[in-house]
């Protein structure tokens, strides 16, 4: 075999060789397109249960966010973190995650906003019971004068 025969070989053997690998490149990053729709698809459903936890979930789901930004997955939406139910000191959030977070509109409810919704369900509880006693006393007195009357229906015939 003379030298350019071998070179013709060599030639023909990488040709087959790249060939391979770019189908290969191909077919990885196909895979990874895969891959990454379905994290876009099911990311807003995991938000969405993690939100306002109190346990591990908001900050394991936030490191899994960050991971798959740093890799190039682009997240439909502006709310793509998710917010510790403990409030801020537990979230481990930066600030500007903490506000893509605030982005779907609804905020963390603070103490103080808490304090106040306890105050105002009491209450409510308060006047609730108060108007069952009300209506008992009035159901009270319209069956004793329903009573009367009947008495009084009886007495006339």
Known sequence: MC???????????????????????HRLRAKLETIAAAVRDLHWMARRYADNRTSYAPHMFNEHTRACLRGGVKFKGAAIFARDGM??????????????????GVGMVRDEEMAEL???LTAAEASIAQAR???????????????????LERRKR
């Open 3 to 25: 030298e350019s025969e071998t070179l013709r070989a060599q030639n023909a053997d990488l040709s087959l060789e790249l060939a391979n690998e770019v189908a290969e490149v």
């Open 87 to 104: 409030g801020r000191a537990f979230d481990c959030l930066t600030d500007a995650e903490a506000a893509a977070a605030e982005a779907d």
């Open 118 to 120: 306890r105050e105002k």
């Open 133 to 151: 006693k009300e209506l008992e006393s009035a159901h009270a007195a319209a069956s004793a004068w329903r009573s009367r009357a009947l008495t």
